[in-house]
């Protein structure tokens, strides 16, 4: 299955933003989803992991959840702050491989 | 604290071969999977290889299979990735990323990275 993500979204200072993760087949439901930022330059660190648990240190701005009605899964950041801008990838798996959607990048205004 | 430091990366011909390893701390290595994870220059994630703890179980992505190999020594905490046949699409930054406890494909800490580049 793939992951679809928009290619980019973007707020003010403050303001909140979703980014939403499809999945093309399959429920979303059967695999738990990730959620990983990446600044400029870069690695990628987690934000969320299995659906909607935040590892220790990010703070509760970042949220996920899934939408079985729309089979997708979403990543919302309030309180947007201008550290915040970066590209955001969801990932889940299958029996054997792990997929990554393409990337949104945020940013904030 | 969970540090991964990758390293072995450079500058490789078409049909070479190179061998990357992520050097692990701050945690019960061989209690966990680990993962190779890359990045074209400009490009997204693209998940390549995992290992589990014990290193008796591997899996490939389908783009790698047959030419790269993903072992481990539990008794160095670090992991490797020998890349043979190497072809200019292999270019990318490598990455090594710990894997959620119990879980063969999600992630919570990754390295920093180190650079294949497969070019004449």
């Known amino acids: 299955f793939m992951l679809t993500q928009p290619h980019s979204v973007s707020a003010s200072p403050g303001k909140t933003v979703t980014i939403s993760c499809t999945r093309s087949s399959g429920s979303i439901a059967s695999n738990y989803v990730q959620w990983y930022q990446q600044r400029p330059g870069s690695s990628p660190t987690t934000v969320i992991y299995e659906d909607n648990q935040r590892p220790s240190g990010v703070p509760d701005r970042f949220s996920g959840s899934i939408d079985s009605s729309s089979n997708s899964a979403s990543l919302t950041i309030s309180g947007l702050k201008t550290e915040d801008e970066a590209d955001y990838y969801c990932?889940?798996?299958?029996?054997?491989?792990?997929?990554f959607g393409g990337g949104t990048k945020v940013t904030v205004l | 604290e969970v540090q991964l430091l990758e390293s072995g990366g450079g500058l490789v011909q078409p049909g070479g071969s190179l061998r990357v390893s992520c050097a692990a701390s701050?945690?019960?290595?061989?209690?966990?999977?680990m993962s190779w994870v890359r990045q074209a220059p400009g490009k997204g994630l693209e998940w390549v290889s995992v290992?589990?703890?014990?290193?008796?179980?591997?899996y490939y992505a389908d783009s790698v299979k047959g030419r790269f190999t993903i072992s481990r020594d539990n008794s160095k905490d670090t992991l490797y990735l020998q890349m043979n046949s190497l072809r200019a699409e292999d270019t990318a930054v490598y990455y090594c990323?710990?894997?959620?406890?119990?879980?063969?494909?999600?992630?919570?800490?990754w390295g920093q990275g180190t650079l294949v580049t497969v070019s004449s």
């Open positions: 290992i589990s703890g014990s290193g008796g179980s591997t």
């Open positions: 990932q889940s798996y299958d029996s054997s491989n792990a997929i």
């Open positions: 701050g945690f019960t290595f061989h209690s966990y999977a």
């Open positions: 990323a710990k894997t959620v406890r119990g879980s063969l494909y999600y992630f919570d800490y």
